[in-house]
């Protein structure tokens, strides 16, 4: 339940408002900011609780809105889909296995170019029965022209969900944006967030606008051709060009967002937390990065230089900064809360993404990949500090191992 603070004496109601809210009603705050068109819903644990807040705000007269629910995850994407082609803000979202029932919505929706926006609630894939977080789910659409983002607290939450309607509907781009919250860890977990004003918001966040590609009567245009041979290749190629434009897209949505609400990383790509001489590098999305912080601090108290990279984005990439901000660590230790069965070394998705972005540069520390926190398991600083020790050691030795560790597993 959203707990709103007291507004101080002398502000007025548009000013900005501190409330104590999870991450999927942070979610919900920025929606009703956007002055969301549609939305469509399909329960499903952890997203449900985002689906739950939306329809509160509908309810309260808080947001006007379409609120949809539909029989299936398939069915859900689909409606906004096309809602979105004749000119509707729209929102979605999904976890787990809900999110692959909708897949033949997710691989169409790129190349259609539609800019929505959803959530996806981290969590693992069944079997096994598990509700808790893993990051295979949305990991799924990365080659497929998804751009993808991992977020870590409810305000980075609000924060993005805006930032992702102003990225995902500009002309250069117009291509989907998933954000991810790890189940629990942030779909539930209450903290104080800074709502900003609507006047704000408006200023920064330009009405949604299809110009001549809007489905409508008025103007016949065709979607979803048969194209074959005659036109495939060039249309893989367009949405590559989007993906290129969307770096300089989202690095200008960035310094807008400062410049109107005043915070915000000037590093959209990734947090960078004490690695200024770290020697040590290690790296996660989501919020494995809080025991990492916790971590470092004690072993900074005891001499030890370790650092922690928490990407955000994955897609678009961000290679040429990501090699820069570790060239200077003498190892790099990746933690994924995801796996990828039967690749090189056995790693995860996101240390053999980073094998690849290092492969051209001219500094290539060791890296380590370890597998951690799946099915929502803790991630502990035994967790932190076997992987640190692990890394320093391939630090001395300047070599990688081959083998991938898997870290709290029960023997």
């Keep these: 339940m959203a707990v709103e603070t007291k507004t101080p004496a002398g502000t007025t109601a548009s000013d900005d408002r501190e409330m104590l809210i999870s991450g999927s009603e942070a979610c919900a705050e920025a929606l009703t900011l956007a002055d969301l068109d549609v939305v469509t819903a399909y329960p499903i644990r952890p997203y449900d609780t985002v689906m739950q807040a939306i329809a509160k705000k509908i309810a309260n007269g ?99 969900t805006l930032l992702a309607y102003r990225i995902a509907e500009d002309r250069r781009v117009f291509l989907p944006i998933a954000i991810s919250a790890d189940g629990a860890f942030l779909t539930h977990s209450q903290a104080i967030v800074q709502v900003p ?22 103007n016949p245009i065709t979607v979803a051709p048969q194209a074959n041979e005659d ?22 949505a960035y310094a807008d967002f400062r410049k109107t609400f005043g915070r915000g990383p000037e590093n959209p790509w990734f947090e960078e937390y004490m690695t200024e001489d770290a020697e040590v ?18 072993m900074r108290a005891k001499g030890m230089k370790v650092g922690l990279i928490r990407p955000r984005w994955f897609r678009p990439f961000p290679t040429e900064k990501m090699v820069t901000a570790l060239q200077g660590a003498k190892a790099i230790g990746v933690i994924d809360r995801d796996y990828s069965f039967g690749s090189p070394f056995g790693s995860g998705v996101v240390a053999n993404e980073i094998r690849a972005a290092m492969y051209n540069a001219d500094k290539r520390p060791p890296l380590l990949s370890f597998i951690c926190g799946l099915g929502g ?12 020790d692990l890394c320093f050691e391939a630090a001395k030795t300047g070599k990688s191992p081959l083998k991938t560790q898997w870290l709290g597993v029960r023997e």
């Design 231 to 252: 036109w495939v290749i060039e249309i893989r190629r367009q949405n590559n060009e989007a993906m290129n434009r969307a770096y300089t897209v989202i690095e200008e």
């Design 281 to 298: 590098i290690l790296m996660g999305m989501g919020t494995i990065s809080l025991p990492f912080k916790v971590g470092i601090r004690n």
């Design 197 to 218: 004003s609507r006047a704000k918001v408006d200023k920064f966040l330009p009405p949604y606008n299809r110009g001549d590609l809007l489905l409508h009567p008025d």
């Design 377 to 388: 398991r803790e991630v502990t600083l035994e967790d932190v500090y076997k992987a640190t």
């Design 62 to 160: 808080q947001l006007e809105a379409e609120y949809i629910v539909a029989e299936g995850e398939h069915s859900q994407f689909e409606i906004v889909k096309h809602a979105s082609t004749v000119g509707a803000r729209v929102f979605c979202g999904s976890s787990g296995v809900g999110w692959m029932y909708a897949m033949e919505c997710l691989t169409v929706t790129p190349p259609l170019r539609v800019p929505m926006v959803c959530m996806v609630g981290n969590r693992a894939l069944d079997d096994p029965g598990a509700f808790g977080v893993e990051h295979n789910d949305a990991l799924t659409v990365r080659d497929l022209g998804w751009l993808l983002i991992w977020v870590d607290t409810a305000q980075e939450m609000l924060d993005t």
